[in-house]
């Protein structure tokens, strides 16, 4: 799936909305990282990762990020707990032919879902990528993940292809 560019930045109506801070992250938040990440890896539903990670591991990502990565945290102002991160990185760093595509994750806390902390997270990535000089996005959606299909459609990314059979997991193959 690829983005268009077409942004919707107007925030819609919820009936449940959360403060949030959405700052670049620190390898401090590594533990609070791993916190959502690994959750949502053991559901197994919605990524391919398939093995969890631990926070020394996660600290050394996040101190060895490359120039041109992004990752971003949301931060709940009413308590400092970090909901969701995005993270950004060049398609591919063997030419400069992809210099100008990226490849995005998203993940938001399962129980904080629905809040619009995704969309507060594209807002501020959106940004930051047009100022590292990527002109399109992309990034790899199991094809039964609802949830993160419309996130992403919303945000004006649409499906240029459905690999199959691709990930293979869980005794599924998709
Ligand atoms: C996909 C994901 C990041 C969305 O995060 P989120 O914070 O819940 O998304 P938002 O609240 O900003 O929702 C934005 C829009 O996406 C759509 N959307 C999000 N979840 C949806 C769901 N379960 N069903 C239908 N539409 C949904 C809606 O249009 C929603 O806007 P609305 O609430 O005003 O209707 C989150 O569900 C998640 O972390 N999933 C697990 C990890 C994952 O699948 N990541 C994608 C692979 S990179």
Do not use: W
Not at 62 to 84: C, H, K, Q, S, Y
Request: with cysteine; charged share 20%; proline share 4%.
């Amino acid at each position: 799936m690829e983005e268009t560019g077409a942004h919707r930045l107007r925030q819609p109506l919820r009936l449940k909305t959360v403060d949030l801070l959405i700052r670049e992250v620190m390898a401090d938040d590594a533990a609070a990282v791993v916190a959502i990440f690994n959750p949502i890896i053991e559901a197994g539903a919605y990524t391919a990762f398939d093995a969890p990670f631990t926070v020394e591991a996660e600290r050394s990502y996040i101190g060895t990020l490359p120039e041109r990565a992004i990752f971003l945290v949301a931060e709940r102002v009413a308590d400092g707990v970090v909901v969701g991160f995005q993270s950004l990185e060049p398609f591919a760093t063997y030419t400069r032919a992809f210099a100008h595509v990226g490849v995005l994750g998203t993940y938001v806390d399962l129980e904080c879902r629905r809040q619009g902390v995704a969309g507060r997270l594209f807002q501020a990535t959106f940004l930051a990528a047009r100022a590292k000089a990527y002109e399109k996005l992309l990034t790899y959606i199991h094809a039964d993940n609802a949830p993160a299909l419309a996130a992403y459609l919303r945000q004006g990314f649409r499906v240029v292809g459905t690999a199959q059979p691709q990930a293979k997991g869980r005794g599924r193959v998709k």
